[in-house]
């Protein structure tokens, strides 16, 4: 295990966009595992591994690079660490980029579904504020402690960590039809 934690040290220092991508789409991925297994009870026989795999490519050809690419910028705009610099990135993050990142994110996964741009608009319409308040409800506490005191080439990690619940919701709050 410590040789797997080491090996994962050195990617993300030498690739930290492809270590962020693979630990977002293997997140995705176990995000959609427990909520068709744990919150929606479809068993091993009813599991739809097409979605499970949807979800992961969403972490790594999306999730990953936009919010890893956000973590950079944010840092960028707003450097340091100290408790001011942590609630601005906050409200910056959580007053601009979540709300729309979580519409394209809505978007990504309805376009992957099969939806047509009117049922996708739609599914939209549904579930946006129920995810964005839910949003609210778990981020802004997790990227305080996380703006704080995580160093950026372990932010989306971190979040990550947390976001299996976040996923797990996500995923069948968007597979949901």
Known sequence: MAALWRGCGRLLARRPGAAQALTAGALMGAGDVIAQQLVEQRGLRGHHCTRT???????????GPVVGSWYRILDWLIPGNTKVVAVKKVILDQGGFAPCFLGCFLAVTG???????????????????DALMTNYCIWPPVQIANFYFVPL??????????AIVWNCYLSWKANRM
């Open 53 to 63: 795999l949807k979800m992961m490519a969403i972490g790594f050809c999306f999730v």
């Open 111 to 129: 376009a992957t579904n099969g939806l047509s741009v009117q049922d996708n608009w739609s599914k939209i319409q549904q579930d946006y504020m």
């Open 153 to 162: 080439q372990h932010r989306l990690a971190v979040v990550q960590c947390v």
